[in-house]
């Protein structure tokens, strides 16, 4: 079996604890097996550790390798879909939903305080308005949110006031959250990892799933070895394929970043000297922040479906010029993409494929928050309180036979629609 490393990106180059942790061999048994060692697997095993279970996290290649080592880095409040979560729950729909969206930052910040995590954690998100129905929104989400006292300064910007936060012409007014925030996404998988490794959770490495056996004891099976569990976690989001009923719920959607070098100081205090992260609206999105080392973190999707630095250098680096005409001279260091799930009714999907084998995954982009809370209600389920569960899995995902197979080309197609959406 070929050895898998994570992509060539900022984080992998600046993670502060690289995991080499043995790959599965032989039989072994655990209370709970959690395929997948991203944010939604970690996450779920942590609170698993936390609660005594024996828990077991079998991982394709290396802790953080998908979309939770690759991703923005943004912590972003609220659930995809959750007005549908919320119509379908009836009378107290919104209510509930509003207490949820916030959760995975509380458990973020409970972590990296209870473990003493490094992972570089800000807060102070802009949304920023590219048109007026965006303004439009802002005021909405403004409203809303001082509605129940949201305990985090929030503000609308006007034009002025957010070229004078993020010093740059290109938007029409923006949103200021200081409860929204960024972190350094590999720095915290690893470092929940190594809690949960800490509490008695054991993970595999390098340790591809093959099958899964359904029966009273699970049976997860890769080419060395095998975990016999009361319950298993799939959590293996856009990077998994194996179980045959999660085809067709879901697509994966690329996301893309470039990394400048470190900028100088001066620079900083001309475009964003609030250390704010900063995302616009639109689905085919761009989204940007600083890392502690004071680089451009630039992100956005595109129609591209490989891995080349140099493309994706050449399709970022033009949008980021849109923005900051003044970093033309400024080299680009990084330069990465992967994968983030998107269900086709853009609702997170957590459910069964059989009694005892659940999944969770879906997240459209508000990863590093919802995985956080995903993990928490799916060790609450694994336990037996299953409300939070419910709210997802009673509604049921939208399926595209055959969505497994020509996704690439569906998905070229659905940005190129989204494309002119944003437009409009």
Known sequence: MKTQVHTGSYYAATVNDVTDFAPLVGAQTADVCVIGAGFT???????????????????????????????????????????????????????IIRDLRWAGHEIIRERVEKYAIQCDLKFGYLDVAIKRRHLRQFEADYHELQSYDFPHEIRMLSRDETRETIGTDAYIGALLNMGNGHLHPLKMCVAEARAAVSLGARIYEQSPVLNIEHGAKAKVLTEQGHVSADAVVIAGNAYHALERKLRGIMFPVN??????????????????????????????????????????????????????????????????????????????????????????????????????????????????????????????????????????????????????????????????????????
């Open 41 to 95: 697997g970690i996450s779920t095993a942590l609170h698993l550790a936390e609660r005594g279970y024996d828990v077991h996290v079998v991982e394709a290649n290396k802790i953080g390798w998908g979309a939770s080592g690759r991703n923005g880095g943004q912590i972003i409040g609220g659930i995809s879909g959750e007005k549908k979560i919320a119509d379908h729950i009836g009378a107290d729909g919104r209510e």
């Open 255 to 424: 996301s893309f970043i470039i990394a400048t070098e470190p900028l100088r100081e001066e620079v900083v205090a001309t475009i964003n000297p609030r250390d704010l992260a900063v995302c616009d609206p639109n689905f085919v999105l761009e989204y940007f922040r600083l890392s502690a080392d004071k680089r451009l973190l630039f992100g956005g999707r595109c129609n591209y479906f490989g891995s080349d630095p140099q493309i994706i250098r050449k399709n970022l680096r033009p949008r980021m010029l849109k923005i900051y005409p003044q970093l033309a001279s400024v080299a680009i260091d990084y330069a990465w993409g992967g994968s983030i799930g998107v269900p086709i009714n853009r609702v997170p999907l957590l459910g069964r494929v059989s009694p005892n084998v659940f999944y969770c995954q879906g997240y459209s982009g508000h990863g590093v928050n919802v995985t956080h809370l995903a993990g928490r209600i799916m060790a609450d389920a694994i336990g037996g309180t299953l409300e939070q569960f419910d709210l997802f899995a009673n509604i049921r995902p939208v399926t595209v036979p055959g969505a497994h197979m020509l996704s690439k080309p569906m998905v070229a197609l659905g940005i190129l629609y989204y494309q002119i959406r944003d437009r409009l």
